[in-house]
């Protein structure tokens, strides 16, 4: 009864279900107690009626009645009673009639006045009229009470019949009505739930009712000050990497100058470190730039403010320009490196995120694969969905950190390289903008070694898939070559 009461205690719906249910309940069941009292009346006056018709159809027609005419016997007792009569007996209060064969069923007073009375005889009670005739002879309608009795709870049963067959078909068409009322409350809710953290646009109030605008209208309050705070922390993140480019600029001249000089050799190496650590420092502005345009509010799709791209973006030229940007890199640690995939894929993404995204896979695979190692790049389509894969043969991620990787400046302690632990981050800020997912695993399942990451982009495909088009996503653990980059990229 607790966990009930705390339900409906916290819902509206049900309360209102409630009470409404209670409400109809009370009123029904009144209804149907007025309703039983006034059929039980009309079924006794219907039958005083009948008892008068019967005394009114002796008076006018002068049939001869018995003095005491038996029930069982012959005589017009007979001819009323049965099974399916109301079991009426009509009898002659005079005692100077001549008497019939057998005694009176009702000892009757003969003094009773004209009219209708329940009297309480040996029998049971009985109910009687009694009326004279023109001639002045007085006649008694008599009928058991207890056959009225049945045929009026009969009567007035059949009329609050009724109310009970549709009580409960109204308690449920009064919950179906509510449930539908409050369904666009659902919606609401449904859409709100499918939001992601950026998507902080206003709440439609049209097909909504006007009780419920005015809540609406105070969450479009909320969201919009809670995207002024975030847009305020990301300008003020943007601003200060801004801010500190110059000096950092300014610093990489002076330590280029300063490797010019002629240094000692622990002077070059400290200068070599110096160089590094500035390094560093300028790509961790870079990324945290990345991330603050990443994860700014996106608008609603179509709006004149959001960020929909104006036209399909070839997967194959991001690509390419990724790779030919980093090939010293690959070079320098002899890296094999895999391309396979569609011939081309155009897709509904803007082209910077699209090159932030690829960029910063590209850039962990590249840093945390050894000399000598293997990266597999793969995409292809399902559908008008859009499947990048970027598999490397490096460490790998396991299992118990594969969802903290993605919290900003979190590495994986033992790995051994430096970095700033944004890169996941901004990949998956990214993907949650466009309704993207990012997945993590194994490259090869059965050495548990190597990370092997897949975005699925539901619906970014643009045109329709021809036969050459569906290439299954390469697997490091069955990579059976390497596939040359001008040959794997359609140009």
Known sequence: MDGLETRLNGSIQGQLSLWLSLVIVAV????????YRSAYDEANEFQDDL???????????????PFAADASGPGATAALSGDEAPQMQVQALDPAAPAASGPAPLALPLTLAP?????????GAQRVYVT???????????????????????TALHATLPFTLLLPLLLLAVRYVVRRLFRSVTRLAAEIDRRSEQSLHPLATEALAAEIRPFVAAINLLLARVQRAMEAQQR?????????????????????????SPLTDDARERVQALREA???????????????????PSAPPGSPTGSEPREPVALSRVLRQLLEERMPLIEAKSLDLGVTGSDELHLRLPEADLHMLMSNLLDNAIRYTSAQGAIELACHRAGADAVLQLCDSGPGIAPAERERVFDPFYRV??????????????????AE?????????????QAQRGLCVTVHLPGAVVGRPTPHQAVAPASMAKSAAVTQLDSSLPR
């Open 132 to 154: 004279t005739s023109v001639a002045g002879q007085r006649l008694a309608v008599s009928q058991p009470q207890a056959v009225r009795d049945i045929v009026a709870r009969e």
């Open 28 to 35: 029904g069941v009144a209804a149907g107690v007025f309703s």
């Open 51 to 65: 008892l008068r018709q019967v005394g009114t159809m002796f008076e006018r027609h002068r049939l001869p009645v």
């Open 278 to 296: 500035v390094a560093r420092s300028r790509q961790l502005l870079e990324q945290l730039l990345a991330l603050a345009r990443a994860q700014a």
């Open 236 to 260: 003020f993140v943007a601003d200060a990497a801004h801010e500190l480019r110059s000096p950092l600029t300014a610093l990489s001249l002076q330590i280029e100058r300063l490797a010019k």
């Open 433 to 445: 903008r466009w309704g993207a997912t990012v997945t993590l695993d194994w490259a090869d399942a």
């Open 413 to 430: 302690l033992g790995s051994g390289e430096i970095g700033s632990g944004l890169g996941l981050s901004i990949v998956r800020s990214i």
């Open 115 to 123: 009219g209708f009375h329940t009297l309480a005889l040996t029998g």
